[in-house]
């Protein structure tokens, strides 16, 4: 059992998985849990999505962490992809005296750039560019859903690799084989009509979809996919900049572990803006979020110890 006299809380509530680390005063991660999707996009008010997923994961890391039934934490801060200031389902229900709930994109920021200021990537599921200081006020840029945007996404890389198999199918065009395989495979499907069907009747999740991202960046026909998310996102980011954002940019995300991909953006920013900085993520998101907590404690953390 730890002996701990101030225990604080960072969680990262994703499209794909939520994820809670729980610190102690001096920087020490006590414990890490895990639990499903936290974001709210098409939940009812009778949703507890937000809800369980914030709670279940705190869950997890406190059984991890060995802590007595019913710790209280004296901060915990949770970042929610999409989170716009409201919660349309059930209220989370978390024991911290200080709960601060906010978008995902503050909380990469934090994880990938330390604290320093500067601008954040964020390739996962969806889709952002961030920065808290440009011109002295934070400035969002993309990250408009999976409908609308999140180019450079696994969810929006994904399908426009299935849609590309699926016009090939409907031209006859037979050079794509080698990839339509694979997609059927990974879905355990008989056909690509039969992986439209299952999304568009909600049996097949959007996490479930954009985890065939994966798999589609083995295939070179699907490369320009990536290109064109890539240099939109790295756009994104020397716009940023250009607003007064510092020159520096951390990369976040799941489709950040593509390397040709990181390489992309990092080549189109050095090209339109020389000099910028390119970081690698620093810390995983959640651990971004417990970061924040000690900020909110006024807690000068410098740097976090597993």
């Known amino acids: 059992m730890f002996a701990v006299t101030r225990l604080l809380a960072g969680i990262d509530g994703g499209q794909s998985s939520t994820i809670a680390v729980i610190g102690d005063e001096s920087g020490s991660i006590l414990g890490r849990g895990v639990s ?3 974001d ?4 009812t008010a009778e949703s507890s999505r937000l809800r369980d997923a914030l709670s279940f994961a705190l869950e997890d890391a406190s059984r991890r962490a060995r802590l007595p039934s019913g710790s209280r934490f004296e901060a915990i801060v949770a970042g929610v992809s999409g989170y716009n200031g409201r ?10 005296e200080r709960f601060l709930l906010l978008h995902d994109a503050p909380v990469a920021h934090a994880a990938a750039l330390g604290g320093k200021p500067g601008v954040v990537i964020i390739a996962g599921t969806g889709s952002v560019v ?14 408009w859903g999976f409908l609308f945007g ?6 929006r890389i994904a399908c426009d690799a299935l849609a590309m198999l699926m016009r090939a199918q409907d031209d006859a065009d037979a050079s794509f084989s080698e990839e ?13 009509r039969q992986i439209g069907r299952a999304f568009y009747r909600g049996e097949l999740a959007r996490d479930r979809l954009a985890a065939f991202a ?5 295939f070179e026909a699907f490369r320009p996919i990536a290109e064109r998310g890539a240099d939109r996102l790295a756009a994104l980011a020397v716009n940023a900049i250009r607003a007064g954002a510092a020159a520096r940019v951390g990369l976040s995300g799941g489709v950040m572990r593509d390397k040709r991909f990181r390489e992309r953006i990092a080549d189109a920013i050095a090209t339109a803006m020389p000099g910028t900085e390119i970081a690698a993520e620093r810390y995983e998101p959640a651990a971004g979020a417990l970061l ?11 740097e976090l110890r597993e």
């Open 36 to 38: 499903g999707p936290a």
């Open 40 to 43: 709210e996009i098409g939940v």
């Open 87 to 96: 919660v349309y389902g059930r209220s989370p229900q978390l024991p911290g």
């Open 130 to 143: 961030y920065t808290p200081d440009a011109a002295g006020a934070p400035l969002t840029l993309g990250g």
């Open 150 to 155: 999140d180019e450079g996404s696994a969810f």
């Open 180 to 192: 339509t395989r694979a997609a059927i495979e990974f879905f355990g499907t008989e056909s690509l």
């Open 214 to 218: 994966q798999v589609a960046l083995r």
């Open 292 to 302: 924040l907590a000690y900020r909110e404690l006024g807690l000068r953390v410098e």
